[in-house]
């Protein structure tokens, strides 16, 4: 609800009040996204989502939640990074030991939420740890919810997009990361101080199976657990880095069916689809030859490989429908540095040999109001082999029935491509390899919509067998905030991050001006701007003996000569209800000698009195301001003095001022 108080006499001193100023109103939006595309059955399973808040106001989250389906519970939960808007705000994580939990604010809607939002979006990355029954069967769709702090008004601010990850079955795939990490391996080697071991990867973080290469002869083998074939064939995949004496010492990987001999990966009928071998491997001219290489003369991982690469191995056709090993085997020859090399692996998995299809999240639903503009990202995923066609594009789906969190079964209704006027499809490929992800952006617009619930299907065909076609509901609940339960329709207001989306608001006939005719230097204010339409002026405060401005070195920024001033625009003439520009705090001079950009706000008091306060942006941001009221005047107001002894101006530039349409 707004503040509302008495207009002064004079405008310059209602320009500069701002004890009783409220917030801006706040529209919380997210989208929600995770790079696994699957789970495995019978074990703690980790899932690392990304959460996006959007608020053009900045309006705060003060809970991010999960979802999960019955008999499946939540362990853990993770803030791994993030940033806070109120970080004093007291949060806890609840739901450990049930299907729902995650992070909350107890005194919801707390008006200063925890977690940060911006314009364009600021992401969270909370993992969640999750209990999977063994006789668990089928896809696990987790729905994932941000609710706003509603700092200012009535309205729900409030985001759900379900996520759904694919049955992996039984494990056939290893990260290490557990205490039960080796169970199943087997290590064997020519002395201990070679021997693969599980644990830390030092500077590379989380947990990996390595070894090290010595500087003298020595073997080290580690064999995965016996892992099922699918009758389709399979791909075998794992990443690993590594550090050797080029072309001396190195690895190899080895392959065993129906527990028959171990032999090379390129002998066995097998290939690598990507990171194959970099060199074959010699042994010192001075090694004698019980000390030579056992590698010697084959092709090898050897010399550095400093960050993680993946591997691709096309399982051999024999090996359809029967058991598979796989043996790393690490070898080095009498000579080398003292510094030993290393080897580490994680991430391994069989996967079946066909593409297989993945799309992300599965469901959206948003609560919006009239006229946002918001991007959802769906991911398509391809864990399985080969490469996965696609093609996208929308339905209609308005009047269909279902819970909208969980629903499905809507694939029927995309018949073919049809305009959906507000839901827009950007879809720059039409492929994607195995073990690889592509991104495509789902523009939401409400300002084509009507108040009340709307429908609409992203429709993706793919070549994957088993889900030839996948439909991800949209589900759009636009709320009028001129609604009879609120107070907002006197002075309706809109902030807008993007200048494009505000022009297109401006009517005919606005007034621009880029403060580049005025000379370089202070100037006595006030300063009056003319224009065929919507003039206006510019002055500063409150000190009446050096009321000065600043065009600081750099045309086009305009500011105060006293960075304690406000910079305060008056309108004249015509009635303003839309103006926009570049906002922003400024150091021009550093005591700390530092480059600093510093938070501000943008001031306005509209024509019934109320003040409205709404954060500014940066040095190439935007904030752009309509209103059904006319606009008196605003202010832009630094930030005072930083502990290093800084003062803060407020700037403006690229300033646009005219009606809203």
Avoid at 170 to 175: G, I, L
Avoid at 273 to 292: F, K, N, V
Avoid at 594 to 603: D, F, M, N
């Amino acid at each position: 609800m707004n503040t509302r108080i008495r207009p002064f006499a004079a405008l310059a001193l209602l320009l500069l009040v701002n004890a009783f100023a409220s917030s801006a109103r706040g529209e919380l939006t997210a989208s929600a996204s995770s790079e696994q595309v699957s789970y495995v059955r019978g074990r703690t399973n980790t899932f690392r989502f990304v959460v996006t808040l959007y608020s053009d106001t900045l309006e705060g989250g003060d809970s991010i939640a999960f979802a999960f389906p019955d008999r499946i519970t939540i362990s853990a939960t993770r803030l791994i990074q993030g940033s806070s808007i109120c970080s004093d705000q007291y949060l806890l994580a609840l739901g450990m030991g049930s299907r729902e939990g995650g992070w909350f604010t107890p005194t919801h809607p707390s008006g200063c939420g925890y977690f940060a939002s911006s314009g364009e979006g600021v992401a969270h990355t909370i993992e969640v740890d999750a209990e999977i029954p063994a006789d668990f069967v089928g896809d696990l769709p987790v729905a994932v919810t941000a609710k706003g702090d509603i700092c200012c008004d009535g309205l729900v601010h409030e985001t759900t997009a379900v996520l759904s990850f694919a049955d992996q079955g039984s494990p056939a795939e290893w990260t290490f990361d557990s205490d039960a990490a080796g169970a199943g391996w087997s290590r064997a080697a020519s002395e201990e101080a070679a021997s693969w071991a599980i644990g830390p990867a030092g500077t590379h973080g989380g947990h990996f199976a390595g070894m090290r290469f010595l500087p003298r002869r020595a073997e080290a083998l580690l064999t995965t657990p016996a892992m099922q074939v699918p009758a389709g064939g399979a791909e075998f995949r794992f990443r690993h880095t590594y550090s050797s004496e080029a072309g001396r010492d190195g690895g190899v990987l080895e392959l065993a069916i129906d527990n028959g001999p171990f032999v090379d990966v390129e002998a066995s009928g097998g290939h690598f689809i990507h990171g194959g071998y970099s060199q074959s491997l010699a042994s010192d001219a001075g090694c004698m030859p019980d000390a030579r290489n056992v590698l010697e003369g084959r092709r090898a991982w050897t010399g550095e490989l400093m960050s993680f690469g993946a591997v691709s191995v096309a399982v051999p056709a024999a090996a359809a429908g029967r058991i598979l090993h796989a043996r790393w085997r690490g070898g080095t020859d009498c000579a080398g540095a003292d510094a030993a090399g290393r080897w580490w692996i994680r991430d391994v998995e069989l996967v079946p040999a066909a593409p297989v299809a993945i799309v992300q999240p599965a469901a959206v639903h948003m609560l919006l109001g009239y006229d946002q503009q918001r991007v959802q990202r769906l991911r398509i995923a391809n864990p399985g082999g080969g490469r996965l066609a696609y093609s996208v594009f929308t339905a209609p789906a308005d009047g269909t029935e279902g819970d909208r969190l969980f629903a499905n079964g809507f694939e029927g209704l995309c018949a073919g491509p049809e305009t959906v006027p507000w839901l827009h499809v950007t879809a720059e490929g039409t492929a994607v390899d195995g073990g690889e992800a592509a991104d495509i952006d789902v523009d939401i617009d409400t300002s084509v919509l009507a108040s009340g619930r709307h429908a609409a299907l992203v429709c993706v065909d793919t070549s994957d067998d088993n889900a030839p076609r996948v439909a991800v509901r949209f589900d759009v609940e636009v709320r009028d905030p001129c609604s009879p339960n609120t107070e907002l329709c006197e002075n309706t207001l809109r902030v807008y991050t993007q200048r494009a989306a505000f022009m297109d608001k401006m009517a005919a006939g606005y007034n621009a001006q880029t403060f580049t005719g005025l000379r370089a230097t202070e100037i006595f204010s006030p300063i009056a701007f003319g224009g065929e339409n919507f003039g206006f002026g510019v002055f500063t405060g409150p000190d009446p003996i050096t009321p000065r401005l600043h065009l600081f070195e750099g045309s086009g920024v305009l500011s105060t000569a006293n960075p304690l001033d406000p910079l305060a625009f008056f309108f004249e003439g015509q009635a303003v209800t839309a103006f926009g520009g570049t906002f922003l705090g400024e150091i021009f001079e550093s005591f700390s000698h530092q480059s600093r950009l510093l938070p501000a706000v943008i001031e306005l008091t509209l024509g019934d009195g109320t003040i409205e306060r709404i954060p500014a942006s940066d040095r190439t941001g935007f904030r752009g301001i309509t209103t059904s009221v006319p606009i008196q005047g605003f202010s832009v107001l630094g930030t005072g003095s930083t502990p290093e002894g800084d003062d803060v101006w407020g700037v403006a530039s690229d300033f646009v001022v005219g009606a809203a349409r």
